[in-house]
């Protein structure tokens, strides 16, 4: 490991690899560092079809064809009283290769990420984790580091990028965390085989089930040799306070989950159970002076349309294309690094919106399909995670209003 570098990115999940990767392409130097050691266990495994753009500019999408993830065509809502939504099955909205995507397991994917980040000339170490992003006054200079039973060093760098997920490192360092009142959710989530799966094309899509009484819902992420990922997600207050163990809880929800309890009838549970907390959150700066924030460290909304890694991926192109250019400029402002923020987040508003809808008590899309059929493109398109153009939240010209009465009415009921 040298002492100085162009770039550092601190945590190498899909964020941190994407930035590494793209910004060593181009020519600066590059130091990636994880604190894990590769592979690593992670959860967040059904992704959105636009992956496929990023996974393309990384050369990756080859493999991840090669690697036999399942396949996921389509994504189907079940509502509290067990009604099965159509799937939302993306190759009928449009058949083209970049609306298939894949569920996989985060240990493989991450891997995969990460040797590719160093096939592309970033200089790599896991088992390293960083202990301090170092100033000169406003300005990130470099890090202080430690690998393994090493001494503390430090190692410094125009840029510093922050992908530590949602450990946040800057954003806790520097008070820029702002936790979401309305999104205080747990989530509890455990792997079974021989759950029941669809036949056919919707074999692999991601399913999300309401339970019965609307206060918690389920994923149901077929993986692998048979395996599917089964989580559940309530508010914190509801899920946990006063509850018992995680595997109680999990049982209490699935008990009020009939269409789950059915597809999981043969099932059997193959790994403890892990618990989430209070995942959602977002930063007031994305970028100071020589530093940046990527991925889950910039902000974490709620993990029902499976939307984090795709966000991962894409903030770590938009952010290197960045750095790339303000190395070349010499400008490693705050202004020069975070200039793609405001184009991102007026993008992801849209899935944001969606998850505020789906959270909105009363509000139901079957229903508002009924009565908007000429929006189901739309919110297709939404859930492929098309946000990046100018239409993309064209759905909820009627849908704002819509939430708006049912709210109205929520609040006038008391
Ligand atoms: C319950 C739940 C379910 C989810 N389901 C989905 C899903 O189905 N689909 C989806 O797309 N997303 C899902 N997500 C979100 C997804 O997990 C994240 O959005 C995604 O992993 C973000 O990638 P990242 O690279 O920003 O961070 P991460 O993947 O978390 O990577 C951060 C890395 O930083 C490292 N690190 C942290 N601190 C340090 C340090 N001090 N020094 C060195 N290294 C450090 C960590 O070891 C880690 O490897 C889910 C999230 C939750 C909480």
Redesign the pocket.
Known sequence: MKDVYDVIV???????CTVAALVAEAGPSVLL????VFP?F???????PEVYWPLKRLGLLEQMKERGFVRKLSVQFVSASGKESQPFFFPEHDPRECSRTWQVE?AEF?KMMWDNAVAKGAEAYDG???LDVLFEGERAVGVRLKRGEEEARDVRAKVVVD?????A?LANRLGLREDDPELKKV?I?SYFRGAARDPGDHGGGTIILHTQKRQSWF?F?PLKEDITSI?V?GDRDYLVRGRGTPEEVFEEELAICPALQRRLENAERIEKYFV?KE?SYSTRQQAGDGWVL????LG?ID?IY???????LKSGEMAADTIVAALREGDTSAKRLGAWTDEFFSATRWIRKLVDAYYTNGFSFGHFLKMHPEHRGNLTDLLIGRIFHPEAGEIFDEMDPELESVRRRAAAQG
């Open positions: 601190i945590g190498g999940g899909p964020a941190g560092v994880d604190r894990d690593r992670h959860i967040g495994e059904s992704l959105m985060r991450d390293t984790r960083v992908a530590t997920g949602l450990q490192l989530a989530w994923w992420i989580g997600v989430a995942f990527v991925g889950d460290a974490f993990p499976s939307s984090g890694v795709f966000f991962a």
